[in-house]
């Protein structure tokens, strides 16, 4: 009977010690939740990077070219000439359509084309009713990544280029 409870009490230690290391660990659960909690934070913390990346250029020079074919086309069909300028204060392109694209801070815009006014505003590019247009490039640049939009004066045709 001696022997008996020697063995019993072996168990029992060895279920204690097991017990109480149990509790001093984490459960694959709290580890798993944690993880999701930083990657939910990490994902966050990236789209809110202030910044326009590559891509964010990209959108913003066929939104520039689309402005000015819009208003290309509104010059041949309503027979007057239509007016694309920048407002430089409120860092907007303004198309006399009433379209309008905003450029972030962090691009530089460089326009090679008509030097002049025109309703207290930057001129960029003009059309006329027969297609033509006074014919500009506008280049769109961040940091490395450029881009540029090219109006031909002859056939006021807008293109994009690297």
Known sequence: MILTRRVVRAV?????SWNVDRGAGFTLIEVVA???IISLVASLAVTMMPGTGRAGLKALTLQTASLLRRERLGAMLTGRDREVSLDGE??????DGGDMVALPRDVVLDILGVDALWSGRQAVVRFHPDGASTGAVLKLSREKAEYEIR????????AIGP
């Open 34 to 36: 944690v993880m999701l």
């Open 12 to 16: 029992l230690s060895g279920q204690r």
């Open 90 to 95: 409120r860092r907007v392109l303004v198309g």
């Open 151 to 158: 109006v031909n004066w002859y056939t006021g045709g807008v």
